[in-house]
């Protein structure tokens, strides 16, 4: 999430964007927006409100950083903020070659400066890069004589930013640290923003290690395991939450210290590693033995460890505590496997 009490909004540019496929072209403005204090304030709250995550990312290109467009224009703006409408015009025209989707839609591209963001505890200017697609509408009341009249009015609701990114000034030399969001996700048309346009990869943080051990440690269990030892869902479930619990009550991450306590059986354990070998190549990253756990990337990511054992249509067992209080056979007569659930109390 993005402070925004010190966040100042000193020059923003904006430009209409249309859908290359259909040849509707840009609309270039002129000059940067003037805009008041009571309008500075709506659009900060339409430009960050949204930015919630602490994940980051950075702009990277497979060859040559220097070749990713978005880093060079915004390189330019922070050397020379007076350079804003120059550079916001190339970044226009950068963004129009990869609306090149017929489902992308038209919509006002704003480049933004703003001064004194806090993140990592540093105070820095950003640049912002937003995009509004979607219009509402909206009634407007207007009183005359004794009554009212009432019209509609079509325009942009600023508590629905559809794609923006902050790039901020610092780490320059592995593509500055990057926030961004893109509320219509879905869809190969989607990709443009993040993959096309501004070409990001995750930022190698204690976020981006948290994330992807936790991703390894469910992967293992829901899929490794059962494929090379004799393990019930109930066990898998207590393994998950084993899981979860390591990263929730230890400030650090090592791996020697995660699989001596979660996963205990050598044969596991081995099988474990190999896994995370298997995971990295398969997936282009390096999960280090040791780092700093993130909060916020476990409380994320542990929305998608449910311990949930499926039984057929009909019952789900959540599974939260010891799996020796769950038995698991098969009833001869009926030909059906069944649960025997052993507790004390029932609330």
Not at 47 to 52: I, T
Not at 80 to 104: C, F, M, R, T
Not at 243 to 259: I, M, P, Q, T, Y
């Amino acid at each position: 999430m993005i402070d925004t009490d010190t966040i100042r909004l000193s020059s923003i540019a904006l430009h209409h964007i249309g859908n290359k496929p259909a040849d509707e072209g840009i609309r270039f403005s002129k000059d940067e927006l003037e805009f008041n204090e009571s309008i500075n304030e709506l659009l900060k709250t339409y430009f960050l409100s949204p930015f919630k995550s602490e994940e980051y990312y950075t702009l990277y290109h497979d060859s040559d950083l220097n070749l990713n467009e978005v880093f060079t224009y915004i390189t330019q703006i922070f050397e020379d903020p007076g350079s804003l409408h120059e550079q916001s015009v190339n970044l226009a025209k950068h963004l129009y070659e990869q609306s090149n989707h017929p489902k992308i839609k038209s919509g006002e591209f704003y480049v933004a400066y703003f001064r004194d963001c806090s993140i990592e505890g540093e105070l820095m200017d950003a640049v912002g890069l937003f995009k509004s697609e979607t219009k509402d509408t909206f009634l407007k009341i207007h009183s005359r004589n004794n009554g009212f009249d009432i019209e509609s009015e079509s325009g942009i609701n600023i508590n629905k930013l559809d794609k923006g990114c902050m790039v901020f000034n610092t780490e320059r030399e592995t593509g500055y640290i990057v926030s961004v969001i893109d509320t219509s996700s879905k869809g190969s048309e989607a990709q443009y923003w993040v993959d096309q346009f501004l070409h990001l990869r995750p930022r190698r943080d204690d976020y981006f290690q948290t994330k992807n051990a936790l991703s390894l440690c469910k992967s293992f269990v829901i899929e490794k395991m059962p494929s090379e030892f004799e393990v019930s869902k109930a066990e898998q479930a207590e393994m998950l939450n084993k899981s979860v619990a390591f990263f929730r009550g230890n400030d650090s991450f090592d791996l020697e210290d995660f699989a001596n306590t979660v996963i205990q059986e050598p044969d596991a354990i081995k099988s474990f590693l190999q896994h995370k070998s298997d995971f990295e190549e398969s997936r282009d990253i390096r999960i280090s033995d040791n780092f700093d756990i993130s909060d916020s990337a476990v409380k994320k990511q542990s929305r998608v460890f449910k311990s949930v054992i499926k039984l057929d249509k009909s019952f789900h067992i959540y599974v939260h505590g010891d799996n020796k209080n769950i038995v698991k056979g098969f009833d001869q007569e009926s030909g059906m496997y069944f649960y025997q659930i052993f507790f004390r109390e029932e609330s």
